[in-house]
């Protein structure tokens, strides 16, 4: 069984700090691409960054590059989203997701909720 848990959400001022984790099992690390998506209320939800490890790629959404930072360490299966200099339009629930095949096989975490107060 696939599972990815999340975890590292929590309230932060304006300008603070917070590191999402999402640890991965069930599946082979490195054929996957994982990362985060977020959704606001009434919002649609977004893609912020993804990683593969296996083809050395990384996305970031252009309203997070420069303050947000992915990173993998496959010994843990777990995957980071480092996040500073948050702001109050990055408050939404944070879901891990890992994809292969283009989308053909398709996991979610559960959420994790981000507050920015400004």
């Known amino acids: 069984e696939v599972q990815l848990q999340a975890s590292g959400g929590g309230l932060v001022q304006a300008g603070g700090s917070l590191r999402l984790s999402c640890a991965a099992s069930?599946?082979?690390?490195?054929?996957?691409?994982i990362g985060w998506f977020r959704q606001a209320p009434g919002k649609q939800r977004e893609g912020v960054s993804f990683?593969?490890?296996?083809?050395?790629?990384?996305f970031y959404v252009d309203s997070v590059k420069g303050r947000f930072t992915i990173s993998a360490d496959a010994s843990k299966a777990t995957v980071y989203l480092q996040m500073n200099n948050l702001k109050s339009e990055d408050t939404a629930i944070y879901y891990c997701?890992?994809?292969?095949?283009?989308?053909?096989?398709?996991?979610w975490g559960q959420g994790t909720q981000v507050t920015v107060s400004s």
């Open positions: 997701n890992g994809q292969r095949q283009g989308g053909l096989y398709d996991y």
């Open positions: 990683i593969s490890s296996s083809e050395g790629r990384v």
């Open positions: 069930g599946l082979i690390f490195d054929d996957y691409a």
